[in-house]
């Protein structure tokens, strides 16, 4: 089995950063495809950034592009999403997810899921 435990949620100003990190537990960390998803209330969760097992590719949604970057340390199992120039449309809870592929906006079969953590931007 495989868990993902998400940190570094928090309360920030608009144009603020924050970085969250994903620690996985359980098989081999490297070869899967890790992400970030986010859901806002009322709204449906949406895809914000993938990164292959190598750490090769990345791939944004169009939302975040030189905003947010997504990073992987297989030798720690974490991955990091790092939250620059941070706006009140960011705040959401932010999950992190696994999959056996590179995840993108379009396709992404996640495998596993983190519980999420909590994003506000205040304006």
């Given at each position: ?14 144009g603020g950063s924050l970085r969250l990190s994903c620690v996985r ?64 449309e960011d705040t959401a809870v932010y999950y992190c997810a696994a ?22 931007v205040s304006s």
């Amino acid at each position: 089995q495989v868990q993902l435990v998400e940190s570094g949620g928090g309360l920030v100003q608009a144009g603020g950063s924050l970085r969250l990190s994903c620690v996985r537990s359980g098989r081999t960390f490297s070869r899967y495809g890790m992400g970030w998803f986010r859901q806002a209330p009322g709204k449906e969760r949406e895809f914000v950034a993938a990164i292959s097992w190598s750490g090769g590719s990345t791939v944004y949604a169009d939302s975040v592009k030189g905003r947010f970057s997504i990073s992987r340390d297989n030798a720690k199992n974490t991955v990091y999403l790092q939250m620059n120039g941070l706006k009140p449309e960011d705040t959401a809870v932010y999950y992190c997810a696994a999959a056996a592929t590179l995840m993108t906006p379009q396709k992404y079969d996640v495998a596993y899921w983190g519980q999420g953590t909590q994003v506000t931007v205040s304006s």
